[in-house]
């Protein structure tokens, strides 16, 4: 079937630091991978994406790299500032149908 | 840019109530989508829809009920509200996933609780 995982937090980051955080999936086919984004008392936007192996999405300073071979599509950011500090979600979009499979979120927070 | 507007931020209900959410989206997408988002649980999917009328179960349908009349409006229904569906509910639209990496707009969310 298909299905994300992502890793626990909460997570706690001193400002411009190194942030990774992993999200691996299981999928049929080749999928299109998402980062979201959920600041406190919004819905989702989306962060990135990526649509075939070896893609790299970027936005606002983050990165993810669709790596086939490892079945990841970690989100990394090379010196996080404390307006970061959300819920991240790594989803990912079947070739075909409808639906999105979501992971359970990544809560941020960076202190200064 | 795409803009799914839900009805209400906070809406309190009490149990057994008949409670309607709302959903409209502004870029003529054919799916649509309901989460409830819980802690530790992340986004589990209630009802969807690709068409107006057409509408299928997600995960967690039991409770709940949806309503798709006109292609930009999409409804949650919960027949009987209990205290077990005090939650975050999240709306979505999306071009269908045939055009490659479509993503799914958000809206807002409604924080819905049930007394």
């Known amino acids: 079937g298909n299905s994300v995982t992502q890793m626990e937090g909460p997570v706690t980051l001193s400002e411009e630091a190194f942030l990774t955080i992993n999200c691996t999936y299981t999928?049929?086919?080749?999928?299109?991978l998402f980062w979201y984004v959920q600041y406190p008392g919004e819905g989702l936007q989306l962060l990135l994406k990526?649509?075939?192996?070896?893609d790299k999405g970027s936005n606002k300073g983050f990165e993810a790299t669709y790596r086939k071979e490892t079945t990841s599509f970690h989100l990394e950011k090379g010196s996080v500032q404390v307006s970061d500090s959300a819920v991240y979600f790594c989803?990912?979009?079947?070739?075909?149908?409808?639906?999105?499979?979501f992971g359970t979120g990544t809560s941020l927070t960076v202190i200064p | 840019d795409v803009k799914v507007t839900q009805s209400s931020r906070y809406l309190v209900k009490r149990t057994g109530e008949k409670v309607f959410l709302e959903c409209v989206q502004d870029?003529?997408?054919?799916?649509m989508f309901w989460y409830r988002q819980d802690p530790g649980l992340g986004l589990r999917l209630i009802y969807f829809?690709?068409?107006?009328?057409?509408?299928e179960k997600g995960d967690i349908p039991e409770g709940y009920s949806v309503s798709r009349e006109k292609k930009e409006r999409f409804s949650l229904i919960l027949e009987s509200a209990s205290t077990n569906q005090t939650s975050m509910y999240l709306c979505?639209?999306?071009?269908?996933?045939?055009?490659?990496?479509?993503?799914?707009?958000f809206g807002d969310g409604t924080r819905l609780s049930i007394l």
């Open positions: 990526a649509t075939k192996a070896d």
């Open positions: 979505a639209s999306s071009l269908p996933t045939g055009k490659r990496g479509q993503p799914q707009h």
């Open positions: 829809s690709y068409d107006v009328k057409m509408k």
């Open positions: 999928a049929t086919g080749y999928p299109s």
């Open positions: 989803a990912l979009g079947r070739e075909t149908g409808n639906q999105f499979y």
């Open positions: 870029m003529d997408h054919e799916n």
